[in-house]
Nanobody
């Protein structure tokens, strides 16, 4: 079992930055690939970024490539999402999730956090 708690969301102006954190419980965190997803009102949940268990591999949605960076610290049981050059269309609830061994589809993730709201004003 892995329990996930996101933090770091908030209101930011377009062009600004936010750093999301996802703290995980459980001694097996380092064996899971981690992903970030987001869901805007009236839209489907979409993939944002994923990172392998070691942190050696990352993958991004085209919409955030070059602006967002996913990273992890297995010693702290935490995964991060650094979001730069934010746009109003990035506004959504952001979720972190855990899977084994690797996936980019939300249905393949086993454990989910409760989400954190990110709002980007124009």
């Amino acid at each position: 079992q892995v329990q996930l708690v996101e933090s770091g969301g908030g209101l930011v102006q377009a062009g600004g930055s936010l750093r999301l954190s996802c703290a995980a419980s459980g001694r097996t965190f380092s064996s899971y690939a981690m992903g970030w997803f987001r869901q805007a009102p009236g839209k489907e949940r979409e993939f944002v970024a994923a990172i392998s268990w070691s942190g050696g591999s990352t993958y991004y949605a085209d919409s955030v490539k070059g602006r967002f960076t996913i990273s992890r610290d297995n010693a702290k049981n935490t995964v991060y999402l650094q979001m730069n050059s934010l746009k109003p269309e990035d506004t959504a609830v952001y979720y972190c999730a855990a899977t084994q061994p690797w996936a980019t589809g939300w249905a393949e993730y086993d454990y989910w956090g409760q989400g954190t709201q990110v709002t980007v004003s124009s």
